[in-house]
């Protein structure tokens, strides 16, 4: 039983990992890509790593699972950020303000 | 003689690292593990699970859904000591980003206008645990 339920939480998982990657080719900027990018961090690491805590013996193995996913949980938004921030202060613009700028142009 | 040297060298920069680390160990490390922080992180999964769900439906959906827009929010209602927590909060639920966070202000870039309408109502600013709330 245990063993249906945590294929069910891989499986789920390596759906919302691929809906990831596919976003980031799918997607049109780069904002919108680190978006996509977060599906996979986010809800794709827990469901995965929750499949895997359901396939050991809950004994160490678990526990070290479980901080893996507590420092992925705190890291990978922070990479993100730090991602996000240095295009911002780069000069990248977002698709809107790129529209934008267009509109006042054509005007 | 140059061996021994090193020796002494070495002696004494394992002693002098010991005492600092005796330093550090005396410091009082408080790790804030009360109920309100787990059900703030309940709630917050909880909130993932729903976003991932939405940019999900706007990946495999049509192009023409997606209208990615940038705003300002105040950060003045959320305690100092909470604005990390807060700022990595958003980034972590799919379809909202903090993209810059100052005294005043988080800038968020966000996949569509409802989630950072969302934002906006201050819900998760409202949950962010803190200290000494109200007091920034």
Same mark, same amino acid.
């Given at each position: 039983?245990?063993?249906?339920?945590?294929?069910?939480? !891989?499986?789920?998982?390596?759906?919302?990992?691929?809906?990831?990657?596919?976003?980031?080719?799918?997607?049109?900027?780069?904002?919108?890509?680190?978006?996509?990018?977060?599906?996979?961090?986010?809800?794709?690491?827990?469901?995965?790593?929750?499949?895997?805590?359901?396939?050991?013996?809950?004994?160490?193995?678990?526990?070290?699972? !479980?901080?893996?996913?507590?420092?992925?949980?705190?890291?990978?938004?922070?990479?993100?950020?730090?991602?996000?921030?240095?295009?911002?202060?780069?000069?990248?613009?977002?698709?809107?303000?790129?529209?934008?700028?267009?509109?006042?142009?054509?005007? | 003689?140059?061996?021994?040297?090193?020796?002494?060298?070495?002696?004494?920069?394992?002693?002098?690292?010991?005492?600092?680390?005796?330093?550090?160990?005396?410091?009082?490390?408080? /790790?804030?593990?009360?109920?309100?922080?787990?059900?703030?992180?309940?709630?917050? *999964?909880?909130?993932?699970? /729903?976003?991932?769900?939405?940019?999900?439906?706007?990946?495999?959906?049509?192009? $023409?859904?997606?209208?990615?827009?940038?705003? $300002?929010?105040?950060?003045?209602?959320?305690?100092? $000591?909470?604005?990390?927590?807060?700022?990595?909060?958003?980034?972590?639920?799919?379809?909202? *980003?903090?993209?810059?966070?100052?005294?005043?202000?988080?800038?968020?870039?966000?996949?569509?206008?409802?989630?950072?309408?969302?934002?906006?109502?201050?819900?998760?600013?409202?949950?962010?645990?803190?200290?000494? $709330?109200?007091?920034?």
């Amino acid at each position: 039983m245990i063993e249906i339920i945590s294929s069910v939480f !891989l499986i789920v998982g390596a759906f919302f990992s691929l809906t990831g990657a596919v976003g980031i080719f799918k997607f049109p900027d780069f904002f919108t890509r680190v978006h996509a990018a977060s599906v996979t961090d986010s809800i794709s690491t827990i469901l995965i790593i929750f499949g895997l805590i359901l396939r050991t013996d809950f004994d160490l193995v678990a526990v070290k699972l !479980l901080f893996i996913l507590i420092f992925m949980l705190l890291t990978s938004p922070t990479a993100s950020h730090a991602l996000a921030k240095s295009a911002r202060h780069g000069g990248l613009l977002t698709l809107a303000e790129t529209r934008s700028d267009k509109k006042v142009g054509d005007d | 003689m140059l061996l021994l040297a090193f020796g002494i060298i070495s002696v004494a920069l394992v002693l002098w690292l010991l005492h600092r680390m005796n330093n550090t160990d005396a410091e009082i490390q408080k /790790l804030a593990l009360n109920l309100s922080f787990i059900r703030y992180t309940m709630w917050l *999964l909880g909130q993932v699970v /729903l976003s991932s769900l939405t940019v999900t439906r706007l990946v495999w959906g049509s192009r $023409k859904e997606l209208k990615p827009t940038i705003g $300002k929010l105040p950060v003045n209602k959320v305690p100092k $000591k909470s604005r990390v927590l807060y700022a990595n909060s958003i980034t972590l639920t799919p379809g909202t *980003l903090c993209i810059d966070i100052d005294n005043e202000n988080v800038t968020i870039h966000a996949l569509n206008e409802e989630s950072l309408h969302s934002l906006k109502r201050g819900d998760m600013a409202d949950k962010v645990p803190g200290e000494n $709330k109200g007091v920034s």
